[in-house]
Nanobody
Framework: VQLQACGGGLVQAGGSLRLSCAASGRTFSDYRMGWFRQAPGKERVFVAAINWRGGTTEYADSVKGRFTISRDNAKSTLYLQMNSLKPEDTAVYYC?????????????????WGQGTQVTVSS
């Protein structure tokens, strides 16, 4: 599966952004999906994940209550709605996929990655 993320940008603290990740090449609904982020000089870390049908989600503690992951299997698209953004949310955001049904927060359990989209939150 090929993944193409978009929607990043520059926003002030407290603002909102919605990231999208368009998938192609395989049956999107066969894949668990996740969002990860990587700040300069730091490791790539888990942000949010969703199972193949969209009925189960997981979030990193740092984004709970502010971010919402969702998917539209008919459109083969994954979303991340980000509200109440903070400067510490600044990072490159990556969407990821694996051909498994269950949700996973482990970066090692994803084997397809998008190219990343930059999110910058100014204070």
């Amino acid at each position: 599966v090929q993944l193409q993320a978009c929607g990043g940008g520059l926003v002030q603290a407290g603002g909102s952004l919605r990231l999208s990740c368009a998938a192609s090449g395989r049956t999107f609904s066969d894949y668990r999906m996740g969002w990860f982020r990587q700040a300069p000089g730091k490791e790539r870390v888990f942000v949010a994940a969703i199972n193949w049908r969209g009925g189960t989600t997981e979030y990193a503690d740092s984004v709970k209550g502010r971010f919402t992951i969702s998917r539209d299997n008919a459109k083969s698209t994954l979303y991340l709605q980000m509200n109440s953004l903070k400067p510490e949310d600044t990072a490159v955001y990556y969407c990821a996929a694996a051909r498994r049904s269950s949700v996973s927060t482990d970066v090692q359990e994803y084997n397809y990655w998008g190219q990343g989209t930059q999110v910058t939150v100014s204070s």
